[in-house]
């Protein structure tokens, strides 16, 4: 079987070297053989054109393909980037509560410490008004015991003690 384009050029071959009649532009084609040559083009022009509408769907079919994996592609990317986006926002959400929740420690921790400060000095405040009342009431003591042992200070003989103010041994309040 011939191609159209076999059969279009034995056409044009068979118009261009027709006979000429003589004084006019028109030739002498041979009617049967030009009339097979279009039946030819007509019959292989259907099987030609299809074999292009194949290709052109092949085509059309590939394109689509590639476009739909393009689109994929890049919806993908498009998820991937959105990701990572919230990945950042979510390290930096947790970077700025980390620094909230040290700063907030810290200044728990200087509160504490200066309430701890306040206590501790609120009890040695206590504790040293305590203490004068006390060496009062013991000077207090031995001025009285000092008096008595004046007025009998012939009967009984005085101790020798070493009173340096210093403390050198554990202090016992509960005493022997």
Same mark, same amino acid.
């Given at each position: 079987? $011939? $191609? /159209?384009?076999?059969?279009? !050029?034995?056409?044009?071959?068979?118009?261009?070297?027709?006979?000429?009649?003589?004084? *006019?532009?028109?030739a002498?084609?041979?009617? =049967?053989?030009?009339?097979?040559?279009?039946?030819?083009?007509? =019959?292989?022009?259907? +099987? =030609?054109?299809?074999?292009?509408?194949?290709?052109? &769907?092949?085509?059309?079919?590939?394109? *689509?393909?590639?476009? &739909?994996?393009?689109?994929?592609?890049?919806?993908?990317?498009?998820?991937?980037?959105?990701?990572?986006? *919230?990945?950042?926002?979510?390290? +930096?959400?947790? #970077?700025? =509560?980390?620094?909230?929740?040290v700063? !907030?420690? $810290?200044?728990?921790?200087?509160?504490?410490?200066?309430?701890?400060?306040? /206590?501790?000095?609120?009890?040695?405040?206590?504790?040293?008004?305590?203490?004068?009342?006390? @060496?009062?009431t013991? %000077?207090?003591?031995? #001025?009285?015991?000092?008096?008595?042992?004046?007025?009998?200070?012939?009967?009984?003989?005085? @101790?020798?003690? &070493?009173? *340096?103010?210093?403390?050198? %041994?554990?202090?016992?309040?509960?005493?022997?």
């Amino acid at each position: 079987m $011939t $191609t /159209y384009m076999e059969a279009l !050029e034995a056409l044009h071959q068979m118009v261009a070297e027709a006979r000429g009649v003589p004084l *006019s532009a028109s030739a002498v084609i041979p009617r =049967e053989e030009a009339l097979k040559l279009i039946q030819a083009i007509r =019959e292989s022009l259907p +099987q =030609e054109h299809q074999q292009a509408r194949e290709i052109v &769907d092949e085509r059309e079919r590939v394109l *689509s393909e590639a476009n &739909d994996k393009a689109a994929f592609i890049i919806e993908q990317a498009r998820e991937e980037r959105s990701r990572l986006l *919230s990945r950042a926002e979510v390290v +930096q959400a947790a #970077e700025k =509560e980390a620094q909230r929740v040290v700063s !907030e420690a $810290t200044a728990s921790s200087d509160s504490l410490k200066h309430q701890a400060d306040d /206590y501790v000095d609120a009890k040695l405040a206590n504790f040293e008004i305590i203490m004068s009342k006390m @060496l009062r009431t013991i %000077g207090r003591g031995r #001025e009285q015991l000092r008096r008595r042992l004046d007025a009998a200070a012939d009967s009984v003989e005085p @101790l020798e003690l &070493d009173d *340096s103010g210093e403390i050198s %041994g554990p202090f016992d309040i509960d005493g022997p």
